[in-house]
């Protein structure tokens, strides 16, 4: 699986939009993108995911570079209940959930 | 329409005992995942089940720890002889049959059982 290179820590007003970027510039062609984040002593929670084009659900929206090496999760309108580490996780089928450092994001009132 | 169901959610065993970690997967997911968090670690992927078999065991400690996920029940997530070093966030994983290679990677996480070792 592609490696990726994620900030440590990022924080964010609330109310406002939170993006948050993510290197994998060795992905490979059947590797999608996938994003979980952890709030503090959760289980993770799948946020969303895409290969090449642009997503967007309830939650997010994920922007990928049209070279596919790097990609920005965009949280539209921040919460403080949005506070948590953000995984960025390129993987193709049947190969499991590898989790990195991820990121930090802090929304501060 | 529940979520991943673990239990316990703590469980506190001394030295040398065994701890028994249970996840109930959601209705209709067939895929089990167990990783393990230790205290102010990242998530460390263990094992994943389907019903009856081991498909990947690469992160298991090859001693001390088994998983089994039987036609009926939960998954079990055993520990034997449990010493200070196995202390953590013990979190389960499902999800569904694959439907499709775009979703196969979409798990619903259980809210995990954090073992203590005294």
């Known amino acids: 699986d592609a490696k990726t290179t994620q900030p440590p820590s990022m924080d964010c007003a609330e109310g406002r939009a939170a993006n948050l970027p993510c290197n994998h510039s060795?992905?490979?062609?059947?590797?999608?993108v996938y994003w979980y984040r952890q709030i503090h002593s959760q289980g993770p929670q799948y946020i969303i995911h895409?290969?090449?084009n642009n997503e967007t659900n309830e939650m997010a929206s994920l922007i990928i570079t049209e070279d596919r090496k790097s990609s920005t999760l965009i949280l539209p309108h921040a919460t403080l209940r949005d506070t948590a580490v953000y995984y960025c996780?390129?993987?193709?089928?049947?190969?499991?959930?590898?989790f990195g450092a991820g990121t930090i994001l802090r929304v501060k009132s | 329409n529940a979520g991943v169901m673990q239990n316990p959610r703590h469980l506190v065993r001394r030295r040398g005992q065994e701890a028994r970690l249970r996840c109930s997967p959601m209705?209709?997911?067939?895929?089990v995942y167990w990783y393990r968090q230790l205290p102010e670690e990242g998530l460390k992927f263990m094992v994943y089940?389907?019903?009856?078999?081991?498909?990947?065991e690469s992160g298991m400690p090859k001693e001390r720890f088994s998983a089994e996920f039987p036609k009926e029940g939960p998954s079990i997530l055993r520990i034997q002889q449990v010493v200070r070093g196995d202390s953590a966030a013990y979190f389960c994983?499902?999800?569904?049959?694959?439907?499709?290679?775009?979703?196969?990677?979409?798990?619903?996480f259980g809210a995990g059982s954090r073992l203590t070792v005294l």
């Open positions: 895409g290969l090449k």
């Open positions: 209705k209709g997911h067939s895929h």
């Open positions: 996780i390129p993987i193709s089928y049947g190969n499991k959930l590898v």
């Open positions: 060795t992905i490979s062609g059947n590797e999608y």
């Open positions: 994983a499902s999800s569904p049959p694959v439907r499709g290679i775009s979703g196969a990677n979409v798990l619903t």
């Open positions: 089940l389907q019903k009856e078999n081991i498909i990947d």
